[in-house]
T-cell receptor
């Protein structure tokens, strides 16, 4: 069983479109995250949820909207996609203050 | 504010030789420190962590790290490198004094290349 699973793994779309990435964890963790990894492999925290409540919202354009229907799921919706949104997006979960468990990543390419 | 520095973008080592990947940190309270490894086109995998106790911590795949409070360092080490250790390594810190926020901060990553 995959601990943290995210779909889709690859996403290719046109500028201006809206897309979503889904994430589910079966570890029973309280906290989930979205990270963005750019072309230089730098990891930047975007959002963090604890028990369905938003606790961290870094400087991210409001075109990005996370949604957590329950503590096992944290989805990321992106409106009006721009070229600069192209990156690999990682979902992760943890039972604080322990280590993070990452998904395999969703590679978004905006054309 | 917490921060992590990985001063080397790339480390090259011959197979069988010892390896060290450097990490220094800055926090206002006691740190929780972590190392992760990322293979190409994969997510990050946890290697080891320091919470409290012995300064030398052992982790997966024969890796270990030494917590040095006076030097604010947490270098990753392995006595004998394997070609299969070639990957991207991330150091991360959680500051337990940051008002209850446990959000980890990651270093920029160090690419380890082990030559046959």
């Amino acid at each position: 069983d995959t601990a943290v699973s995210q779909t889709p793994k690859y996403l290719v779309t046109q500028m201006g479109n809206d897309k979503s990435i889904k994430c589910e964890q079966n570890l029973g963790h309280d906290t989930m995250y979205w990270y963005k990894q750019d072309s230089k492999k730098f990891l930047k925290i975007m959002f963090s949820y604890n028990n369905k409540e938003l606790i961290i919202n870094e400087t991210v354009p409001n075109r990005f909207s996370p949604k957590s229907p329950d503590k096992a799921h944290l989805n990321l919706h992106i409106n009006s996609l721009e070229l600069g949104d192209s990156a690999v997006y990682f979902c992760a979960s943890s039972q604080d203050p322990g280590e993070l468990f990452f998904g395999e990543g969703s590679r978004l390419t905006v054309l | 504010a917490q921060s992590v520095a990985q001063p080397e973008d790339q480390v090259n080592v011959a197979e069988g030789n010892p390896l060290t990947v450097k990490c220094t940190y800055s926090v206002s309270g006691n740190p929780y420190l972590f190392w992760y490894v990322q293979y190409p086109n994969r997510g990050l995998q946890f290697l080891l962590k320091y919470i409290t106790g012995d300064n030398l911590v052992k982790g997966s795949y024969g890796f270990e790290a030494e917590f040095n409070k006076s030097q604010t360092s947490f270098h990753l080490k392995k006595p004998s490198a394997l070609v299969s250790d070639s990957a991207l390594y991330f150091c991360a810190v959680r500051d337990m004094a940051s008002g209850g926020s446990y959000i980890p901060t990651f270093g920029r990553g160090t690419s380890l290349i082990v030559h046959p």
